[in-house]
Each structure stands twice: as C-alpha cells, then as structure tokens.
C-alpha cells in the first residue's frame, strides 16, 4: 500500500504547528503571570484542586500532596512548606520501625498551616516526648473525616502506628459541593485522573479551562440551599467516620486519641454579646467526638474545651476562625503528652 507523502507532510505540519502553539502560548502565560484559578469555597470544586504545584488528584481522597518537594504557593498563601516522598509534610519516614509510632490524622490544623515545620504540634510533641517516639504528621489541608478514614484505613495503616491522633471537624462540615456529600462524590476513572494531573501542569489546559468553568458555573452563594444545606459531611456520618478510623487502629494494634477541633471562644475574641451559627454547628461535631470518646472508652483530648482558658491561641480570629497560631499548637502538643503519657504508664 502506497503512502501519500502529502498527507504525512501535513499531519507533521499540523503537529509542529500544535506544539508551537502550545509552547509559545505556556511561555506567555507563564511569564504574564495569567491567575487560572477560579475561586470557590466549596472545596471538592474549589479551583485549589486545580493548583498542580500543591495537589495530586486521587480517585479515593479526592486529592492528596504532591510529594518530595519544597513548594510555595499561592493557594498556601506564599507561605513555603516541604512535602516529603510519602506525600506528608513530615521528615522522611525511617525505613524500618525503630521506636513507637504515633500518627497524627487530620485537616490543615494538623497539617499546620501558617506554622513553621517545628512549632507545629507534631514536632513539639515529639520534643515533648523525649523523642522516644517517631511521629507522623499526616493531615492534610481540607480533609475531612471521610477522607480522614480512608486514608487511614488504604495507606496509613502499613505504617504500624502505636497511637493514632484524629483531629477533624471543619471540613466536614462545609457545605457540600453542588450538594453532593463526601460519601456521595463521584470521580472519574484512575486513567482521567491521570490525564488531568499532567494536563494541569500546563499554563494553556488551565486558562482553557478557567474560561469553560466561567461560563457554565453558578454563582457560589446559589451552589446549595442555605435553609436547609448539606454539608460535606452530616453529624450521623461523622460519628461513623471516627467510629470506624477508632475501630481500625484498634484491629492494627494503635490506640487511637480522639480530639475535639478548637475554635476561638466567643468571650474571648470577639466583641461582647457576639453570636455565631459557625460556633453553634461547629459545637454539634465537637459533641459528637466527645459522645464516642465516653461510650467507646477512647482516649480524648478536649483541646477545644481547654482552648478557651486561652486569650492568645489565635492571632486573628475575625480573619481566621479555624487556624490557630503556634502557641496554639504548643498546648495542644502539652494536652496530647500528657494524655499518652498517661496511657503508657497504665
């Protein structure tokens, strides 16, 4: 069979073409400084997915850290962090258990945004502790408690914890993109995946898709019902989500401590005679972590009962309810000691 040269001579033209194209418009993006993201708080479509340089796209957890690297970001706001090979931002892991494990399990508040790497609880607990154990910081900005269990319970346990600490609550309850709950989200296939974290890297598949999303995308207060919303993960769930990662660390040998998520006290950092609907709901899932730690016998921190003995944990509450500052983290490290030191000398 004869090939036609001009036909091939035109697929070639066409594909240099394309890639000319691609290449000159990556280099004028990226030097125009181009913001392709498009802002909404509702996190599974908040465009913070969408920053390549943070995220990997995940068929379980929705998303995870990209890992091995030092990265700064506008979705961290500037703020530098290292995330180390296993996707945490924590040292590398050692290779083999030489010590007792505690893992910490959680949100950005675990995670430690806005904190340098050794003020955050993690490593002040390991000061704390004398370094007798390893500890691993696994939170991750913007989990809740559902992606909390399945992360435990796919990846997590292979590390062996002796304890695992589980810090969540504000995530959870968010309102629910498009309405849609955690447990309800549908991802595409691994292989979709796949392809949208490569073609995230690119300046044009952003920009793209910036304008597409712009089009087509209501307006964020018209994305649920404010009379009666859905969160991305209602109270009853929540209290299965804790069940079950309690449940799990136990069939894997850990002791698992449960923590209330604190928040800044009314009385203590807002004007007087303040009210809040985000204090009162924020309270239902406290609540519920107490509820499970009396009826289950587990092991409980109520940072957020004892947080607010504090008028200095956060540096600005108006701005930043959910965030406490370093001192913040250097009492919860204190409450948590004193709770596993306890626990080991019964």
Not at 112 to 135: F, P, S, V
Not at 323 to 329: L, P
Request: hydrophobic share 40%; net charge neutral; proline share 4%.
């Amino acid at each position: 069979m004869a090939i036609n040269i001009s036909i091939v001579k035109k697929i070639i033209f066409a594909t240099l073409a394309l890639a000319c194209f691609v290449a000159i418009s990556e280099l004028i993006l990226g030097i125009s400084g181009f913001d392709s993201y498009v802002q909404n708080r509702f996190f599974i479509v908040n465009r913070a997915l969408d920053y390549p340089e943070v995220f990997l796209r995940d068929k379980k957890l929705f998303w995870k850290l990209k890992p091995n690297q030092t990265v700064t970001s506008k979705f961290f706001q500037e703020h530098t962090y290292r995330i180390n090979s296993d996707g945490l931002r924590n040292k590398e892991l050692a290779k083999e258990k030489t010590k007792p494990r505690i893992i910490a399990l959680g949100n950005s508040c675990t995670f430690g945004w806005g904190i340098d790497y050794d003020l955050i609880y993690t490593r002040r607990l390991e000061q704390i502790l004398d370094k007798h154990y390893e500890i691993i910081n696994a939170g991750v900005p913007g989990y809740s408690s559902f992606q909390g269990q399945v992360y435990f319970e796919s990846e997590l346990v292979k590390l062996k914890a002796d304890y695992v600490l589980i810090l969540f609550g504000w995530n959870d309850h968010w309102a629910a993109a498009n309405g849609i709950a955690d447990k309800d989200q549908q991802l595409p296939s691994e292989f979709i995946i796949n392809i949208q974290n490569v073609l995230s890297n690119f300046h044009l598949y952003r920009a793209i898709k910036k304008a597409l999303l712009s089009s087509i995308e209501s307006d964020i207060n018209s994305l649920f019902d404010r009379d009666d919303p859905i969160y991305r993960v209602s109270v009853t769930d929540f209290e299965k989500n804790i069940k079950s990662i309690c449940r799990a660390a136990r069939n894997n040998h850990a002791i698992p401590v449960l923590i209330t998520a604190p928040i800044p006290s009314l009385e203590n950092y807002y004007p007087p005679g303040s009210r809040s609907g985000l204090h009162r709901y924020h309270e239902y899932y406290n609540q519920a972590i107490r509820k499970i730690a009396k009826q289950d016998s587990v092991l409980f921190v109520d940072a957020a009962l004892e947080f607010d003995n504090y008028p200095n944990l956060y540096d600005d509450a108006s701005l930043d309810p959910i965030h406490f500052n370093s001192k913040g983290h250097e009492i919860l490290a204190q409450l948590i000691a004193a709770q596993i030191t306890a626990s080991s000398l019964d």
